[in-house]
């Protein structure tokens, strides 16, 4: 069945998100006011942009908040009438008037989606403005007359937009403005500007058994410039801004009582978080600066952004311990291009690459035991954790995690029409354990070629820095074609699962013996004995920039086991190359470990 009209808690709810937008609106405005006042940049032009945010954008986002507010009135006024003319119909109050046909009312409940074949509506709204005006900024000769030609234009921006998604369950205010100014003189054009925006989401949602109310906010303030003289032209851009983002996890059990209120929850008392249930907040500050520059018809580009923050997390295991986790956080992220820019044709190829880091120590704090309630309360007043296990303090450790993406990219405009194409070279990431013994762990995952080849390893040493090669594993995924198939089937390397095909994958597994059995073998295909030296077979041959360091000839210096092992099955290069390489090294076409093919 099909209602007509309007779900009045959606009108309800909306309204109270357009209220908050305004105030957030608000904050963002005065946040945006203070870091342009405070950013270091002099002189007329800057004071000019000053001038007109203080007389232009600042009052047309204040004018932005003033019709949010207006709207959240009136959508608080549309369901009131909603519910006056759904009740003279003698309906309910959260629809209008029935008609025959499939159902699009959205189900209700904080951690529903919406219903199989349901196409729920998403309320709304956004709006944009922008104003322009060119003078005239011609030099003059003594009698009024133009000496040199001269234009100016002035562009002022603003945009606000409001969304509500059933199907996410996310929430998402942001607005933004601008400013800028471009001088025309003789060919020549000088450009200026300034843009600030800010952004709230908030998001309910269920999956795998937990409900997960979450939020975030973020402000950014951006300057930049440019000119272009003839074919000669560069532009730059530096921002800042700062991103702040909670996330409280809890059991549908929990989240479906209809007493439960998760605003209850505080990370301050870890006995308001229910048992499986869990607190993180996030923040972070970060900086960009873009380049572009050209000459005639060459044309280069390059990005870096970076960010430091601070991760903290409360994790609620059974009513006396909880699991705390806190550090620091920083990214960096990089994309550079070079190219051609014609008139009517752009071409451009790059290089892109991002990583992240965080240092972080972990604890399980009995909070029922003074030595516990104490520990605790040290990381709510200064943010550590103890570094050594005791009475109240168990599993304590230093996790330190990276992750990080490289790969390419091809851009091309033809008559203004954009194509595109990103390859992923490689996209990982890992996990390292410190105990207070010494000891380490490691784990991770890294994919090569745009996933076709993936693997994953756990390294364990001691805290003799002795590693256990019986707690070591690693597992490689070739995702087979039709050519790496044929080197199965060909009997060039053999592999439990029968004759291979496209669309198959090959596994192996390997521990730390088998690694090491795998790079001996590989070293043994290079060298040879001769009146009791050692020499390389082929200098030229590919397998030597893999299994062996420094200059090739007499004595040469062979890598470590791991450095081999991953030159052999990490290199970016196609996964036949990689097939290639094992089936040389193998004996007679078996290799270490385990090999099969599955699916």
């Known amino acids: 069945m099909t209602f007509y ?10 309204a109270t998100t357009f209220d908050a937008g305004a105030e957030e609106l608000d904050g963002s405005r005065t946040g945006i006011r203070g870091k342009l006042g405070s950013v270091p940049w002099h002189g007329p032009g800057a004071e ?34 909603q519910e006056r003319t759904s009740s003279a119909d003698g309906g309910g109050t959260s629809s209008g008037s029935p008609r025959p046909g499939p159902s699009t009312t959205p189900p209700t ?47 002022t921006s603003g945009s606000f937009d409001a969304s509500h998604d059933p199907e996410t369950g996310t929430t998402t205010v942001g607005a933004g403005g601008g400013l800028s100014s471009a001088l025309a003189v003789k060919g020549a054009t000088l450009e200026f500007g300034a843009s600030g925006a800010a952004e709230i989401t908030r998001t309910t949602h269920s999956e795998d058994g937990f409900t997960t109310y979450a939020g975030s906010q973020k402000g950014s303030l951006t300057v930049s410039g440019g000119a272009e003289i003839k074919e000669v032209g560069a532009s730059v851009a530096y921002g800042n801004g700062y991103e702040m983002a909670f996330e409280t996890t809890v059991p549908d059990a929990v989240a479906g009582d209809p007493t439960f209120d998760p605003r209850g929850i505080s990370p301050t008392d870890p006995r308001s978080i229910p048992v499986g249930g869990s607190v993180t907040l996030d923040s972070k500050n970060f900086k960009s600066s873009d380049f572009a520059g050209s000459f005639e018809i060459f044309a280069y580009e390059e990005s870096i952004g970076t960010s430091e923050g601070m991760s903290k997390a409360v994790e609620r295991l059974d009513e006396n311990h909880v699991r705390v986790t806190t550090g620091p956080t920083s990214s960096l992220d990089r994309s550079g291009a070079v190219g051609l820019d014609l008139d009517v044709i752009k071409a451009m190829v790059g290089t892109t690459g991002s990583h992240e880091t965080g240092a972080m120590q972990t604890a399980v704090l009995d909070v029922s035991t003074p030595e516990g309630s104490a520990a605790y309360a040290r990381y709510l007043a200064g943010g550590e954790l103890p570094s050594q296990d005791g009475p109240g303090v168990s599993e304590s450790a230093l996790v330190s995690r990276w992750s990080g993406t490289s790969g390419s990219s091809a851009d091309l405009t033809l008559f203004g029409h954009e194509m595109s194409k990103e390859h992923v070279a490689s996209v990982g990431d890992s996990v ?3 105990r207070p ?14 996933d076709s080849r993936r693997m994953e390893y756990e390294r364990a ?23 790496t198939a044929g080197i199965i089937n060909n009997g060039y390397l053999d592999a439990a699962g029968g004759r291979a095909e496209a669309g198959q994958t090959l596994q192996i597994t390997l521990d730390g013996h088998d690694e090491r059995a795998l790079a001996d073998q590989a070293f043994g295909k290079l060298m040879t004995g001769f009146n009791g030296a050692t020499e390389v077979v ?10 062996m360091d420094g200059d090739f000839g007499q004595d040469p210096t062979r890598k470590p086991y791991d450095s081999v092992v991953g030159g052999l099955l990490g290199q970016t290069t196609d996964n036949s190359v990689v097939l290639d390489h094992l089936a040389r090294i193998s004996d007679d076409g078996k290799l270490p470990g385990t090999v099969r093919v599955v699916g």
């Open 437 to 450: 013994d010494g000891s380490v762990s490691w784990s991770g995952q890294v994919a090569f070629d745009d």
């Open 538 to 547: 082929d200098m030229n041959d590919p397998l030597a920039s893999i299994v």
């Open 5 to 14: 009209g309007a779900d009045v808690a959606a009108l309800r709810d909306l």
């Open 48 to 81: 000019r942009y000053r001038a007109d945010w203080q007389h232009q954008l600042e009052p047309a986002l204040t004018r932005t908040s003033a019709s949010l507010r207006e709207a959240a009135r009136r959508l608080r006024a549309n369901a009131a009438d």
């Open 461 to 483: 040493m001691d805290a003799n820095g002795v590693e256990d090669p019986s707690a070591s594993r690693l597992t490689v995924s070739i995702d087979l074609d039709k050519n």
């Open 432 to 434: 390292a354990v410190t």
């Open 109 to 155: 409940g904080p951690a529903q989606g919406p219903a199989q074949g349901a196409t729920p509506s998403r309320p709304g709204f956004s709006f944009s403005l922008e104003g322009e005006n060119t003078q005239d900024d011609a030099v003059r000769n003594p009698d009024g007359s133009i000496r040199t030609p001269a234009t100016i234009t002035n562009t």
